[in-house]
T-cell receptor, first 114, second 114 residues
Framework: EPEVTQTPSHQVTQMGQEVILRCVPI?????FYWYRQILGQKVEFLVS????????KSEIFDDQFSVERPDGSNFTLKIRSTKLEDSAMYFC????????????FGPGTRLTVT | GENVEQHPSTLSVQEGDSAVIKCTYS??????FPWYKQELGKRPQLIIDIRSNVGEKKDQRIAVTLNKTAKHFSLHITETQPEDSAVYFC?????????????FGTGTRLTVIP
């Protein structure tokens, strides 16, 4: 069964550094999402993406964050200048098409900012 | 925006007993309500979902009920097994055409005691 994949599984970075988290959504899916989960807390929506542009973003998704689909398969989340509070598990998710609501999550990237 | 509340935060049951987790939501425009199971260190996995045009949905030992008037929905697990132990998240979205970001509850840690 196709799955969303993410790399790396764990990223450690120093405060102020840029990080890029990578996701490969399920191949026939058209809608892509990033969520984050701070340790022990709930999953929070960051951004959704469709047709090469952002559909919606939360207040967490400020100017330090950007997303890109650089080719036909990858979907990336970039954090320009990481802060300690960016430490979290970042999940990518995808869904198939308009009217298909189910979102399938990747295994996550644990980002640790020191 | 949408606010999803979830109770209880922890739940312990004896193997074979039933478990019930309840969620409320605030946005009357929400019409899609998935439940995710997350095992330690793993991705959230969609286990069941319900749309607002139905009041109940069942899949083997798992059922979900929805009361749109009261804005609450519940997950019922019968004949619990140790492998049901995990954190369960409810979520809500508008389920509209296009991207649908999910608003998650705070999670319930279910422990099934053998």
């Amino acid at each position: 069964e196709p799955e969303v994949t993410q790399t790396p599984s764990h990223q450690v970075t120093q405060m102020g550094q840029e990080v890029i988290l990578r996701c490969v959504p399920i191949s026939n899916h058209l809608y892509f999402y990033w969520y984050r989960q701070i340790l022990g807390q709930k999953v929070e929506f960051l951004v959704s993406f469709y047709n090469n542009e952002i559909s919606e973003k939360s207040e967490i998704f400020d100017d330090q964050f950007s997303v890109e689909r650089p080719d036909g398969s990858n979907f990336t989340l970039k954090i320009r200048s990481t802060k300690l509070e960016d430490s979290a598990m970042y999940f990518c998710a995808s869904s198939e098409r308009t009217g298909s609501y189910e979102q399938y999550f990747g295994p996550g990237t644990r980002l640790t900012v020191t | 925006g949408e606010n999803v509340e979830q109770h209880p935060s922890t739940l312990s049951v004896q193997e074979g007993d039933s478990a019930v987790i309840k969620c409320t939501y605030s946005d009357s425009a929400s019409n899609y309500f998935p439940w995710y199971k997350q095992e330690l260190g793993k991705r959230p996995q969609l286990i069941i979902d319900i749309r607002s045009n139905v009041g109940e949905k069942k899949d083997q030992r798992i059922a979900v009920t929805l009361n749109k008037t009261a804005k609450h929905f519940s997950l019922h697990i019968t004949e619990t097994q140790p492998e049901d132990s995990a954190v369960y998240f409810c979520a809500a979205s508008r389920g509209q055409t296009g991207a649908n970001n999910l608003f998650f509850g705070t999670g319930t840690r279910l422990t099934v005691i053998p």
